[in-house]
């Protein structure tokens, strides 16, 4: 147990719709990032913040936001949701002088 | 961006025989080196990671080797055993700082056959 969490665990939802991730960090974390995991694309990093504010972006979508609220834990919303957004979405938290990432045990979205 | 390249993309290998997977980068800046276990529908594991200030890191039947001058990282374990089936992933962190995204590699599948 890496002590990050996330829910729900699975998500089902129809093309078009819009849903919400959860993550909590690590206790003590400050950073939480945001990973997509699919077949065709593999692992592919999507967002970063650190103590509530946006610290980098990589290949995520304008359909998606995200953010980090005061007690640390955040929230990926993904919006007019797409058959190819189906993936597995990993959040990870870091400490603040140092560089591992933990990973939670991710959030399954399929769209039907 | 950071191109990260890891060969080979399935590996088989005897149990207790060794096994090596080999990860190459393009960002020179980059100075830290994790590689990940995966396995199915699970979530990426940490299993070791090296900073760019060393060559070599050892835990038990896991190392890593770093080459900063090529460009390549390794992971090796020795005596594999049939619970090392899954797909590893190295991922180099983007940037020379402290916190930073990692790239992730396509993943290599090893499987040991007992």
């Known amino acids: 147990d890496s002590g990050v969490t996330q829910t729900p665990k699975h998500l089902i939802t129809a093309t078009g719709q819009r849903v919400t991730l959860r993550c909590s960090p690590r206790?003590?974390?400050?950073?939480v990032y945001w990973y997509q995991q699919s077949l065709d694309q593999g692992l592919q990093f999507l967002i970063q913040?650190?103590?509530?504010?946006?610290?980098a972006k990589g290949n995520i979508l304008e359909r998606f936001s995200a953010q980090q609220f005061p007690d640390l834990h955040s929230e990926l919303n993904l919006s007019s949701l797409e058959l190819g957004d189906s993936a597995l979405y990993f959040c990870?938290?870091?400490?603040?002088?140092?560089?591992?990432?933990?990973f939670g045990p991710g959030t399954r979205l399929t769209v039907l | 961006g950071e191109n990260v390249e890891q060969h080979p993309s399935t590996l088989s290998v005897q149990e207790g025989d060794s096994a090596v997977i080999k990860c190459t980068y393009s960002?020179?800046?980059?100075?830290?080196f994790p590689w990940y276990k995966q396995e199915l529908g699970k979530r990426p594991q940490l299993i070791i990671d090296?900073?760019?200030?060393?060559g070599e890191k050892k835990d038990q039947r896991i190392a890593v080797t770093l080459n900063k001058t090529a460009k390549h990282f390794s992971l090796h374990i020795t005596e594999t055993q049939p619970e090392d089936s899954a797909v590893y992933f190295c991922?180099?962190?983007?940037?020379?700082?402290?916190?930073?995204?990692?790239?992730f590699g396509k993943g290599t599948k090893l499987s040991v056959k007992p």
């Open positions: 990870a938290s870091g400490g603040s002088s140092y560089n591992e990432q933990f």
């Open positions: 206790s003590g974390d400050l950073s």
């Open positions: 913040y650190y103590n509530g504010e946006e610290r």
């Open positions: 960002d020179s800046a980059s100075n830290y």
């Open positions: 090296i900073r760019s200030n060393v």
């Open positions: 991922a180099p962190m983007e940037g020379g700082g402290s916190q930073g995204n990692l790239i």
